[in-house]
């Protein structure tokens, strides 16, 4: 007599999940049984019919699969579909870079993200001193109530229910302000004569000086100090 196999219901399961299932079989004349699946990539342990299938993106859909059971002498099979649905995948984002600015930069920069299952992707951020475009562009001016270090939180949102955080540093500091250079009297040499002008400068933001003279008078030297 042939062996009697247990139908197997159509079965549902998200991509990248593993599917598992024994497969039920018995010969009534106590015989050793034997089982096979097709297609090949659904692998059933010919021993035990235990069976699995690990999902993957290259195979989306309905997969016919035939489940075969023998014991040496009659052959006896059932079909089901496994149907292999898609899952939501989240969007990548290209980290932006840190940016450093000086009070008055203009920042004016595109930030780049795309959903790997075509789905159009939203920006959305957490900072007070800007708000990004839903297409990723960047835009303001660097102002002194910005001075500092800011971690700026990015969020990009695929419509789906996926999300992206992603952190980016942007610093302020003070513009460059230019030294300022006390005046210079205007003096009178004569032949054979020398003379010795202090020369005195400051810079606003301590940075250090440099001094040179800019002069067609080649006689004229500058002495640092």
Not at 87 to 98: A, G, I, L, T, Y
Not at 131 to 157: C, K, N, Q, W
Not at 186 to 195: A, E, F, I, L, N
Request: glycine letters at 8%; hydrophobic letters at 35%; proline letters at 12%.
């Amino acid at each position: 007599r042939p062996p009697v196999i247990e139908p197997i219901p159509d079965q549902e399961i998200t991509v990248e999940d593993r599917f598992e299932w024994r497969v039920r079989a018995y010969d009534p004349d106590g015989d050793p049984l034997t089982f096979g699946c097709i297609p090949p990539f659904v692998i059933v342990d010919p021993f035990t019919g235990e069976m699995w299938y690990q999902t993957d993106w290259d195979r989306l859909g309905n997969i016919s699969v035939r489940v075969t059971v023998t014991d040496g002498k009659d052959t006896v099979w059932t079909e089901f579909v496994l149907r292999v649905l898609p899952q939501n995948r989240p969007p990548v984002v290209e980290p932006p870079e840190s940016v450093v600015l000086e009070v008055g930069d203009v920042l004016d920069m595109q930030l780049r993200a795309y959903d790997p299952d075509g789905d159009p992707v939203t920006w959305m951020d957490n900072s007070w001193f800007f708000d990004i475009e839903p297409g990723g562009r960047v835009r303001f001016i660097a102002d002194g109530s910005m001075i500092g270090t800011h971690i700026v939180t990015l969020t990009v949102y695929d419509g789906n229910g996926s999300f992206v955080h992603v952190p980016w540093q942007i610093r302020v500091v003070p513009s460059n302000r230019p030294p300022r250079l006390d005046p210079v009297p205007d003096v009178r040499v004569y032949t054979g004569q020398s003379r010795e002008l202090g020369v005195s400068a400051t810079d606003p933001d301590g940075d250090n000086l440099e001094f040179w003279v800019d002069s067609n008078a080649p006689f004229v030297l500058l002495v640092p100090k």
